[in-house]
């Protein structure tokens, strides 16, 4: 079994920069802004030759809106997921109200709890720490998680209690979905294949990465999609401000579900932790093999969401248009939209479009039966006999146009690379073809093998001819 580790605590304590100290990764935005961490997120750390899932959560507080509640019950389910608590506060700060609500509601359950009073350095320890006794909690570790200050220590120990006796604190969450087990040993077998499920990146087949502006339904479809409120929703921009990684299986396919920041236009990002949420985005889609590019049908695809879909086309990846919400239109517009869409959208005609509405769950199947068609085309192998035939075809149909005078020769065709489907050309004089010849073989090869919904490139190679110094001489 695979031990968690859920980091708590109120906003602006450390939480996130503790993750990427303890995972040796990036992954969570790390800022002076209040709330920059909203969803949970998951990561692995290796302590001693133990391997943990470390889970960072969005800070606390006592406020009562609805955003907040969404965070509360976010990090509420990341710590019944876990074995092991790490409670963050400040040392640099005089304790407040949340600090001892969170410490109330820790102390009832039966886990380990670790009090990480973080932001030590240049303090006098001691002193810092009268205060932290206040809370009831008993291990108590000071630590600087910026700089690493008191982090080996806090990992002997942790590493040190777990190999003694291992917990079996989540037997209980498990008795509501599975009455039927009756003894620890099956427990504790769930538990295994369920770590397995959710935490295995290398089991998983899809990286599905779902972009847009913001407020257009992304965080919303993936909780349609997952059956349940994994992501933070609320009809405000920008709830969402990390890429969340979330594992799922369908119909026998397994996926990643990544749920991305909302791009705005570069006029109106101001805020620095917006700019690495944009960051974040574009990663995700970099490290995706489908997009869904979700647009709002009451608004239409803007120039900014075109600029994002020419980004996405740029790097090669498989990319499906979402048009969310369109329940909200009545039968006279929906025509409307569609041809506005079509227009729009000629210079990417080979895109899938598919309307849907994430509240509903209309149109979900069928997005998915082109989601997996959108990832087998683009990692489909073909042979180079094909793409030779295919290439030859092209050419007599259209000759290629001279060059200075003289002939271009289309020697054979090799594929070069998947996701996109990258088609190497050899021959006399390619690199020199306009780019109009290009688009005319990507439009023939598109035809021919029947590929929608992902980009072809081709790259053209001059054959090199090892006489020709010989001849100059």
């Keep these: 079994m695979i031990p968690v580790i859920t980091l708590v605590g109120r906003q602006n ?18 800022s002076n802004c209040p709330g920059s961490t ?53 040392a640099r700060s005089e304790l407040m109200p949340i600090d001892y609500n969170i410490a109330q509601n820790l102390r009832s359950l039966n886990k380990y709890i670790y009090l990480i009073a973080n932001k030590i350095d240049g303090l006098d320890v001691n002193l810092s720490l009268n205060h932290c006794y206040e809370l009831g909690i008993k291990n108590i570790y000071p630590i600087t998680a910026s700089h690493g200050k008191g982090i ?33 040993k099956d427990k504790i ?60 299986k369908r119909n026998k396919y397994e996926y990643i579900l990544i749920d991305t920041a909302g791009i705005r236009k570069r006029s109106k990002v101001n805020k620095t932790v917006e700019k690495f949420s944009i960051i974040k985005t574009l990663e995700s889609i970099k490290n995706s093999n489908v997009v869904l590019l979700v647009i709002d049908a009451m608004q239409g695809i803007s120039n900014q969401e075109l600029s994002l879909l020419s980004f996405i086309l740029k790097i090669g990846r498989s990319v499906i248009i979402v048009v969310n919400k ?58 180079t006999a094909l793409l030779t035939r295919i290439m030859k075809a092209a050419e007599e149909e259209h000759y290629p146009p001279l060059i200075r005078g003289r002939k271009v020769k289309l020697q054979y065709a090799h594929v070069g690379g998947y996701n996109p489907l990258i088609v190497i050309i050899h021959g006399k004089q390619v690199t020199d073809l306009p780019d109009s010849y290009e688009r005319y073989l990507i439009n023939y090869f598109r035809k021919k093998l029947k590929i929608n919904g992902t980009p072809i490139k081709i790259r053209f190679k001059e054959d090199y001819n090892p006489y020709v110094n010989k001849i100059k001489n």
């Design 13 to 30: 304590v450390g939480k996130s920069t503790l993750f990427n100290l303890l995972t040796h990764t990036r992954d969570a935005i790390v």
């Design 189 to 248: 077998l769930i538990e295994k294949n369920r770590i397995k499920k959710v935490f295995n990146p290398c089991l998983l087949q899809i990286k599905l990465a779902i972009v847009g502006s913001p407020n257009v339904g992304k965080s919303t479809l993936i909780n349609r999609i997952l059956g349940e409120n994994r992501v933070v929703v609320y009809d405000i921009p920008g709830t969402t401000r990390d890429s969340i990684y979330i594992s799922m």
């Design 152 to 184: 080996s220590k806090l990992i002997e120990k942790v590493s040190m209690n777990y190999s003694i006796q291992k917990s079996f604190n989540n037997i209980n969450f498990f008795k509501e979905k599975v009455n039927t087990v009756d003894t620890i």
């Design 326 to 383: 369109w329940d909200n239109l009545l039968q006279d517009n929906r025509q409307t939209i569609k041809n506005i869409l079509n227009f729009r959208l000629g210079f990417a005609n080979f895109i899938n479009i598919h309307f849907i509405s994430a509240l509903y769950g209309s149109g979900i199947k069928k997005l998915f039966k082109s989601i997996h068609e959108s990832y087998e085309l683009a990692t489909r192998k073909i042979g």
């Design 38 to 90: 909203r969803d949970r997120k998951y990561g692995k750390a290796y302590f001693s030759g133990q391997e943990f899932i470390i889970i960072d959560t969005g800070g606390m507080n006592n406020s009562k809106n609805g955003i907040e509640n969404n965070i509360t019950y976010q990090t509420t389910v990341a710590i019944k997921e876990a074995d092991i608590v790490f409670f963050l506060i400040d």
